[in-house]
């Protein structure tokens, strides 16, 4: 294709733009058609795409030509049409990787920028193939350019013009596969590290409306990929769950901090509260894990595969135990205030953790969890998490086993000893471990209040030796929910 | 710090949040239960979020989840059955129908299980059955199982709980409810002993219903619905009806004769009856009996008793729908929700339009007859030898009816024919009429007022009227012991004078003129003359179709004043015409006739110009009631002829007796005419003074009186005969035989 380069450049920019797209449509038709495979752009087209589309300097010393703002925007029209009227996925897939593929080269600014209005207009005119397309390229790209795409985005329909909100909501029912990934980049981008990270309240409402009529569409990525385990690498997470969890733990604080750094900020009236929004979106989150065990069930991933990573909810909960310290030093104000907010971050943190473990989203015992979560201050309902429950039953399947050699010691005895410290030792119990189900007995002694001084195994003989590690442990005898809420 | 310890924490802190936050709520319950997934609070507690929130699927899927796994949990017991309880209830109310709309979230098994166990914990029968009722109509896999027995129930409920009507409950349930889920499952096998008994439990109930009278508590209601201004018909049909138990809704029958016609056809079918394919109506049914009666007597054993069963149940039914359909219509104030307004009461009576005609031709059978057999058998008749008379005289009698006040005529004349045939049938072999008076009895149709005023009205139409008296003597007794059946409206004296016109009418019949007029007087008396003009019109509708019968006619006599009147004074009439005109002389008899015939003139000119000329044979008359009631122009003419030389100089002493005047003021008459008449007797006083015993004066007298008469013309005719009917009653009766 690398010949029709000397007939594009005496003419015009846009009909030589034109006639490229012309000519690019049919090339990659006949690419298809000749079933090799993979199908590939050789870099001759890509080049003149640069060339003559982009309009990335060929070299160092040829100034590139420009187009004025009319002809891109009528280029963007044809290259609308160009995807909406072809009717092979695969060829308008190939198509938009051709033109809109980073390449790693100087041309990647102007493709962004292009990419940024061609996707704003499609959601503008309802344009589902573009959509579609543009799903898939923030599947594939590295997180930051998507994370740029959903600025712009963010920037057209948020911010620049106001009203222009209900355009953006409508992508959730043209495109749900680009809705998911737009949510996913949003997340990303908004860490609610700052002022500027933290997300536009029309977004916010839009994104908890889209998800609260249907929890489903933040798994739509996630359902529609086939898993081929090769993840391209720093591309976006398959769901925004991640990023969700996130918003939820840290908007307790986030909101907190911005409010009191802006006490005279007309953000007031009219606008919404955002607690509120909040909580119903981390409900949401909740049922969304719910709605796993069945799906990585069916995918037959249950255990194999989890959505949520470990290493980003270490993240979390450092950059959480650091908004704490941070809270902890201006709470000097209401002592009541300043608790709830904190309390509210540790519950949801708790929440998420315990639901994503509880249906497969998290794979990890709860001795990891105890780790991430080791320098956070104590809260009722996470310790309740990190301990994991009370085995049900255990009272009945071995009792007079368990509380014979000890029944004699008061059991009450045991509890002023114990040390509150003990909250962050990581090993209060082990009920968590992955395979507690078949040792019961053990999960029995924590409601043992045995005395301090003795070995809360001693009744368990016939435990496997893989616990035996137990008793050495600094383990406060007798009492393994220290920490348990005062209820 | 126990489990236990753990969830009471977890649940406590959502029912704080709940009413602050509840999506923090629920996430702490989401939470709590993936920690605890065996407790049952921490679900209830999520389910009672949702139900409060009236959120339909989600509750659903919560109490769905309870149900597997706490099966044994009171509350949720307590929960299915706040539930089911809803599903029985018609309430409209939004917490109802969001209950109603959660338990259609549950698959279908979970709704079938939840309505057996809650049905194994109901203690009430009328409730258990509702229950259960539920499941079946839901579950048709389940009528099967249990459908038979629900019946059972209800009818061992009905005969414990002692209720004094079919129309009860239990009843209702079974009729209306159970029954037709039982007859049409054709996997439940049915003795055909067990449908006659179920059809004949349905049929009794329907036929209650139908004929329900309109009850105290409604009529109650009815007034205090529509205040003063409307009248008590409408009241009659606001009136709501609730049977014991039910609700106002479910109390409620649509098209009763409809859906037992279809019970019918469904048990015909199943017990294998005579061609009764096709039978849509009562109508079809009956000719069905007619013809499957022919052969009767050429069967025996199990054909013979089956047919016999199919001829009495479809009879009994067809007699007592169309008895129906004819009191209603004759006697709607007994009905509940008929419409009273259209019209009172109706009497079946002899039909006395001919009256007018020529007394030779109108000596009709009945008199003669009479006359005959009271010759041959004296006074004392045995009623046999009168149902034989009767039985023939049944035959070829026509209805007369006046179709502008009746609209329905066709439909009632053709439910009195269509029950009299029923009875006909059921009653023409011993074994059908064994059968249907077990029926009779076990649904103590004895006492149903309707079936008797129908019963009478039959005998009436045979001929048998001395029975037929009898029968309006018990009624009159019935009817005063039972103030309920009387409406507010002084339905009750409307009542009341239709028997005594009915048994008027068959004291006639019988040739007993003095008993009829006795009757008809007692009528009369509490009657208030209507204006004339009113009459007038209805009159004039069966006048044609009269002449051309002879007077073994019967006529539905709408029991209304201006009706009864004109009733009356042509009875009285028939009563006298053959002793006015028979060979011996009886100018009491004459005059009371002439004094009758000026209603409705000049239909009886004929009959009075037969009465001048016995005058005129006679060569004098005396009827000194004369110028008290003979307002007619055309007599008075008549008569001032007969005095003169060219009418015959006849006799003519009709003044009247100046000391009867004196005595007897009525209180019934005018202030004024009482005067009038007092000043004219003084004035006759003073000429008789003067000119006793002179001819010349009497014949003053006469033309005085004449003239004075003359001017009395433009008096309401209906008045003075009412006047009439009233003063003279003594002399009338005693001039009676």
Redesign the interface.
């Known amino acids: 294709m690398g010949d029709i380069r000397q007939s594009l450049l005496p003419r015009d920019v846009l009909s030589a733009a034109k006639e490229l797209l012309y000519h690019l449509d049919i090339y990659i038709c006949n690419l298809v058609q000749s079933g090799r495979q993979p199908p590939q752009v050789d870099s001759k087209t890509l080049d003149l795409i640069e060339e003559f589309i982009l309009h990335a300097p060929k070299d160092r010393n040829a100034s590139a030509r420009r187009m004025s703002a009319l002809q891109e925007l009528q280029l963007l029209e044809i290259m609308c049409s160009c995807f909406q009227e072809q009717s092979r996925d695969t060829v308008r897939q190939l198509m938009f990787s051709a033109l809109f593929g980073l390449q790693g080269n100087a041309a990647d600014e102007s493709r962004m920028a292009l990419l940024g209005k061609l996707v704003s207009m499609a959601v503008a005119m309802g344009r589902v193939p573009i959509l579609e397309c543009a799903a898939t390229w923030l599947q594939r790209t590295h997180r930051v350019y998507c994370v740029r795409l959903a600025q712009v985005l963010v920037d057209d329909y948020c911010s620049m013009v106001p009203g222009s909100v209900p355009t953006l909501q409508n992508i959730h029912s043209a495109s749900p596969r680009f809705c998911c990934q737009f949510i996913t980049a949003v997340t990303t981008l908004y860490d609610l590290t700052t002022e500027e990270l933290t997300p536009p309240i029309e977004l916010l409402q839009m994104i908890v409306s889209w998800i609260q009529e249907d929890p489903r569409l933040v798994l739509i990525t996630f359902l529609n990929t086939p898993l081929t385990g090769s993840q391209p690498i720093n591309s976006l997470d398959v769901t925004p769950l991640g990023g969700l969890v996130r918003w939820c733990v840290k908007a307790p604080l986030a909101y907190k901090t911005d409010k009191k750094q802006t006490p005279t900020h007309e953000r007031s009236e009219n606008v919404p509260e955002v607690?509120?929004l909040f909580?119903?979106l981390?409900?949401s989150v909740?049922?969304v894990l719910?709605l796993l065990p069945n799906i990585l069930n069916e995918k037959g991933l249950f255990g194999r595969m989890g959505l949520l990573q470990l290493d980003s909810l270490a993240a979390l909960t450092s950059e959480l135990s650091r908004l704490l310290d941070q809270a902890d030093k201006h709470a000097h104000a209401s002592a009541a205030d300043a608790h709830a907010a904190p309390q509210l971050a540790l519950?949801?943190l708790?929440?998420a953790l315990?639901?994503a473990?509880?249906?497969g989203a998290l794979l990890c015992s709860r001795e990891d969890m105890r780790a991430i979560c080791s320098r956070l201050p104590h809260n009722?309902?996470l310790q309740?998490?990190l301990s994991?429950?009370?085995?049900?039953y255990n009272n009945i399947h071995t009792p007079p086993l368990a509380f014979s050699p000890h029944a004699a010691h008061s059991p009450i005895a045991s509890h002023p000893a114990l040390p509150t410290h003990a909250a962050h030792s990581p090993i209060a119990s082990h009920p968590a471990l992955p395979t507690h189900a078949a040792h019961s007995p053990i999960a029995s002694h924590?409601?043992l209040?045995t005395h301090p001084a003795h070995s809360p195994h001693t009744p368990l003989a016939a435990l496997p030796a893989s616990h035996a590690p137990y008793p050495a442990q600094p383990f406060i005898t007798g009492?393994p929910?220290p920490f348990?809420?005062n209820? | 710090?126990?489990?236990q310890?753990?969830c009471?924490?977890?649940v406590?802190?959502a029912r704080e949040l709940v009413s602050v936050?509840s999506?923090?709520a629920?996430?702490?319950l989401?939470?709590a239960r993936?920690?605890?997934p065996?407790d049952f609070n921490i679900q209830y507690e999520m389910y009672t979020i949702e139900r409060n929130a009236e959120r339909t699927a989600p509750a659903g899927r919560l109490l769905y989840d309870m149900f597997i796994n706490f099966p044994d949990q009171p509350i949720v017991w307590r929960e299915i059955g706040v539930i089911t309880a809803a599903l029985r209830s018609d309430s409209q109310d939004k917490h109802a129908q969001f209950l109603r709309g959660l338990f259609e979230t549950l698959p279908g098994r979970v709704q079938c299980e939840m309505l057996l166990k809650a049905t194994e914990q109901c203690f009430n029968t009328l409730e258990k059955a509702e229950m259960l009722l539920l499941l079946l109509k839901r579950f048709p896999e389940s009528v099967v199982q249990h459908g038979l027995s629900l019946g059972e129930t209800l009818l061992d409920a009905e005969a414990s709980e002692n209720v004094d009507t079919p129309v009860n409950c239990f009843r209702k349930l079974f009729v209306c409810d159970v029954l037709p889920l039982i007859i049409n499952n054709m996997d439940i096998r049915l003795p055909a002993s067990l449908m006659q008994k179920y059809i004949l439990k349905a049929a009794e109930f329907y036929i209650g219903y139908v004929t329900r009278g309109p009850s105290a508590d409604g009529q109650l209601q009815g007034s205090q619905d529509s205040g003063k201004l409307k009248s008590p018909s409408m009241s009659r049909g606001s009136q709501r009806y609730v049977i014991d138990g039910l609700s106002e809704k479910s109390s409620l029958v649509a098209d009763p004769w409809e859906r037992l016609l279809e019970l019918l056809a469904v048990v015909g079918v199943r017990c294998e009856w005579q061609g009764d394919k096709g039978q849509r109506s009562f109508v079809d049914m009956l000719q069905r009996m007619k013809e499957l009666c022919r052969y009767l007597p050429g069967l025996d054993g199990e054909t013979r008793s089956r047919y016999c069963s199919q001829v009495v149940i479809c009879g009994a039914l067809t007699l007592f729908r169309s008895a129906f359909l004819y009191v209603s219509a004759v006697q709607p104030a007994l009905f509940q929700g008929a419409s009273g307004a259209s019209s009172g009461p109706w009497i079946l009576v002899e039909d006395l339009s001919s009256v007018y005609s020529d007394v030779d031709l109108d000596k009709g059978p009945v008199k003669h007859a009479q006359k005959k057999r009271k010759q041959a058998d004296g006074r004392e008749k045995t009623m046999s030898s009168d149902d034989e008379e009767g039985l023939g005289k049944g035959r070829g009698r026509h209805i007369l009816v006046s179709k502008t006040e009746m609209p329905n005529w066709s439909e009632t004349l053709e439910g009195f024919r269509a029950a009299r045939e029923s009875w006909d049938l059921l009653h023409s072999h011993d074994a059908l009429e064994a059968e249907f008076k077990k029926i009779c009895a076990s649904w103590k149709t004895d006492s149903w007022l309707w079936f008797r005023i129908f019963l009478t009205d039959m005998i009436v139409f045979q001929g048998q009227y001395r029975k037929a008296l009898s029968s309006l003597h018990q009624m009159s007794a019935v009817q005063q012991h039972q103030p309920g059946q009387q409406s507010p409206s002084g339905q009750g004296s409307l009542e009341h004078h239709r028997v005594l016109i009915q048994q008027a009418s068959c004291h006639y019949a019988l040739g007993e003129y003095r008993m009829a007029c006795e009757k008809l007087l007692d009528v009369v008396s509490g009657l208030i003359p209507p204006n004339q003009d009113q009459t007038k019109a209805p009159e004039d509708h069966n006048r044609v179709r009269s002449k051309s019968r002879k007077g073994n006619d019967l006529r539905l006599l709408p029991c209304t004043n201006k009706a009864v009147l004109p009733f009356c004074f042509q009875l009285m009439l028939a009563c006298f015409k053959l002793r006015a005109f028979a060979d011996n002389r009886d100018d009491l008899s004459l005059g009371h006739v002439v004094v009758l015939l000026q209603y409705d003139w000049p239909q009886g000119e004929m009959l009075f110009l037969k009465s001048v000329d016995k005058i005129y044979h006679q060569g004098s008359f005396q009827y000194e009631n004369f110028f008290n009631y003979v307002t007619n122009i055309d007599m008075l003419e008549e008569f001032a002829y007969l005095r003169t030389p060219e009418g015959g100089r006849i006799q003519l002493e009709l003044l009247p007796n100046q000391g009867m005047l004196i005595k007897n003021p009525s209180p019934a008459l005018g202030v004024e005419l009482n005067t009038l008449l007092l000043q004219g007797v003084q004035r006759m006083d003073r000429h008789h003074t003067v000119t006793r015993g002179i001819t010349k004066g009497v014949k003053e007298d006469f033309r005085l009186a004449m003239e004075r008469q003359v001017s009395r013309c433009g008096e309401n005719l209906l008045s003075v005969l009412h006047r009439f009917c009233i003063n003279e009653k003594i002399i009338i009766i005693q001039s009676l035989p």
């Open positions: 607690g509120p909580s119903t981390h409900l909740l049922q719910m519950d949801r708790a929440q315990q639901v473990k509880a249906n009722n309902l309740l998490v994991g429950p009370v085995m049900y924590p409601a209040p009492m929910f348990r809420p209820h | 710090m126990s489990a310890k753990d009471e924490f977890l406590k802190k936050d999506c923090a629920k996430a702490w989401i939470t993936t920690l605890y065996t």
